[in-house]
């Protein structure tokens, strides 16, 4: 019977081990054992505190004693899963840690020393913490994000207080950047005491400041013969002397629309069909009057500038007009709008208007596109 009984128990471990064991990651394995391991020293704690405070004994002790332990299986149990299917522990994994502290805190009560009472405290805090890390990287597996990032560590702290640096410069590299941050900023505080008719006393001391700072710079860095250090030294001063700048500033907001402003894509290099369109329109559109306007030079002016605001419009609206709108909308000849027109098509916006035409549509600029057959022509202007 006895063999039997060892043979049954042989096998029973071996499959165990088999399906459970070795498929998982050695840490995850020692993780189970020491968690078992503590989850034991706080069922002996309450074994005792059922016996000597709540009186239970016999069956009634091995029934009732160890029922948080059980709870708190269970309660792990259901965290794991809902973390398997809810991506989160939920309230079973807060229940894990109250009752790991409930646990602890009834076993160090029936504790007969001071350093027995710390033990029992600390075997169920040791068993939560160990589920804790479990499944910190079981929820990592899972959802695929990384750990919380703690505000106050060490190494913050360090770099907070000046001992340690935040990038992987070396020593000299952070000791010259320094230098030439003092050479800016004296240099800077000189300016302004200048500018603002400070004492002679004061413009000499400040002047005398930054004299020694570059003295220093110049030993120390290798500024006269760097040149990569003269251009952070001059980047530096040319960002401290124009800060006043920066409040006229006017930084677009990506993600939202403005009213006066069209965003102009970047200009690509011009496809060949477009390269001799540049310069020079279609020379098959008739014009009625091939001679050009006699006006003066005040007229002349106004009836650009109201051309210029008809094509400014029509841009905004992402039109680009033809000649024969100009004309006919101005009252000019075609000649001139065509004059004008080949100047303004050239500008950004208008020329990506153009080539966008071109890339999604094919239309190919002549001064005449979209391509419609006009009814009537266009009379030159009595002026």
């Not at 020694?212 to 120390?220: L, P, T």
């Not at 960002?239 to 409040?247: P, Q, S």
């Not at 400014?312 to 024969?324: H, L």
């Given at each position: 019977?006895?063999?039997?009984?060892?043979?049954?128990?042989?096998?029973?471990?071996?499959?165990?081990?088999?399906?459970?064991?070795?498929?998982?990651?050695?840490?995850?394995?020692?993780?189970?054992?020491?968690?078992?391991?503590?989850?034991?020293?706080?069922?002996?704690?309450?074994?005792?505190?059922?016996?000597?405070?709540?009186?239970?004994?016999?069956?009634?002790?091995?029934?009732?004693?160890?029922?948080?332990?059980?709870?708190?299986?269970?309660?792990?149990?259901?965290?794991?899963?809902?973390?398997?299917?809810?991506?989160?522990?939920?309230?079973?994994?807060?229940?894990?840690?109250?009752?790991?502290?409930?646990?602890?805190?009834?076993?160090?009560?029936?504790?007969?020393?001071?350093?027995?009472?710390?033990?029992?405290?600390?075997?169920?805090?040791?068993?939560?913490?160990?589920?804790?890390?479990?499944?910190?990287?079981?929820?990592?597996?899972?959802?695929?994000?990384?750990?919380?990032?703690?505000?106050?560590?060490?190494?913050?702290?360090?770099?907070?207080?000046?001992?340690?640096?935040?990038?992987?410069?070396?020593?000299?590299?952070?000791?010259?950047?320094?230098?030439?941050?003092?050479?800016?900023?004296?240099?800077?505080?000189?300016?302004?005491?200048?500018?603002?008719?400070?004492?002679?006393?004061?413009?000499?001391?400040?002047?005398?400041?930054?004299?020694?700072?570059?003295?220093?710079?110049?030993?120390?860095?290798?500024?006269?013969?760097?040149?990569?250090?003269?251009?952070?030294?001059?980047?530096?001063?040319?960002?401290?002397?124009?800060?006043?700048?920066?409040?006229?500033?006017?930084?677009?907001?990506?993600?939202?629309?403005?009213?006066?402003?069209?965003?102009?894509?970047?200009?690509?290099?011009?496809?060949?069909?477009?390269?001799?369109?540049?310069?020079?329109?279609?020379?098959?559109?008739?014009?009625?009057?091939?001679?050009?306007?006699?006006?003066?030079?005040?007229?002349?002016?106004?009836?650009?500038?109201?051309?210029?605001?008809?094509?400014?419009?029509?841009?905004?609206?992402?039109?680009?007009?033809?000649?024969?709108?100009?004309?006919?909308?101005?009252?000019?000849?075609?000649?001139?709008?065509?004059?004008?027109?080949?100047?303004?098509?050239?500008?950004?916006?208008?020329?990506?208007?153009i080539e966008q035409l071109y890339r999604e549509h094919g239309i190919i600029d002549t001064g005449t596109f979209p391509a419609i057959e006009l009814q009537d022509e266009v009379p030159a202007a009595?002026?």
């Amino acid at each position: 019977m006895a063999y039997f009984l060892l043979r049954q128990a042989w096998r029973s471990g071996a499959l165990l081990l088999q399906r459970y064991v070795l498929p998982r990651p050695i840490e995850d394995v020692l993780t189970i054992v020491a968690a078992c391991i503590a989850t034991g020293v706080s069922a002996q704690g309450m074994w005792r505190f059922s016996g000597d405070v709540l009186g239970l004994d016999g069956p009634l002790r091995l029934l009732l004693f160890a029922f948080i332990e059980v709870a708190i299986v269970t309660s792990a149990v259901r965290a794991r899963r809902n973390m398997r299917e809810n991506y989160s522990a939920g309230i079973d994994g807060i229940a894990v840690w109250a009752l790991t502290c409930l646990t602890a805190v009834l076993s160090s009560l029936d504790a007969h020393s001071l350093a027995e009472a710390i033990f029992r405290l600390a075997a169920p805090l040791v068993a939560a913490w160990l589920w804790e890390r479990g499944m910190a990287i079981e929820r990592h597996r899972i959802r695929g994000t990384g750990r919380i990032k703690w505000r106050l560590t060490p190494e913050r702290m360090l770099v907070r207080l000046g001992l340690a640096e935040v990038s992987d410069r070396t020593a000299s590299e952070v000791d010259a950047h320094r230098r030439l941050t003092r050479v800016a900023l004296a240099a800077k505080k000189a300016r302004n005491l200048r500018e603002q008719g400070a004492p002679d006393r004061k413009i000499r001391a400040a002047l005398s400041r930054l004299d020694k700072a570059m003295d220093q710079a110049v030993e120390h860095t290798g500024l006269a013969v760097d040149s990569g250090r003269q251009e952070a030294l001059l980047a530096q001063i040319a960002a401290l002397y124009n800060t006043e700048a920066l409040v006229d500033a006017d930084p677009r907001v990506p993600w939202g629309p403005h009213a006066d402003h069209q965003p102009v894509p970047a200009r690509p290099e011009l496809p060949p069909a477009l390269v001799e369109l540049v310069a020079e329109e279609d020379d098959n559109m008739v014009l009625l009057d091939s001679n050009p306007q006699i006006v003066d030079i005040a007229e002349r002016a106004r009836l650009m500038r109201e051309a210029r605001s008809y094509w400014n419009r029509q841009i905004a609206k992402g039109i680009v007009p033809r000649t024969v709108d100009i004309a006919a909308e101005i009252g000019i000849s075609p000649a001139t709008a065509r004059d004008w027109r080949s100047v303004w098509k050239l500008e950004p916006q208008a020329h990506a208007l153009i080539e966008q035409l071109y890339r999604e549509h094919g239309i190919i600029d002549t001064g005449t596109f979209p391509a419609i057959e006009l009814q009537d022509e266009v009379p030159a202007a009595g002026r």
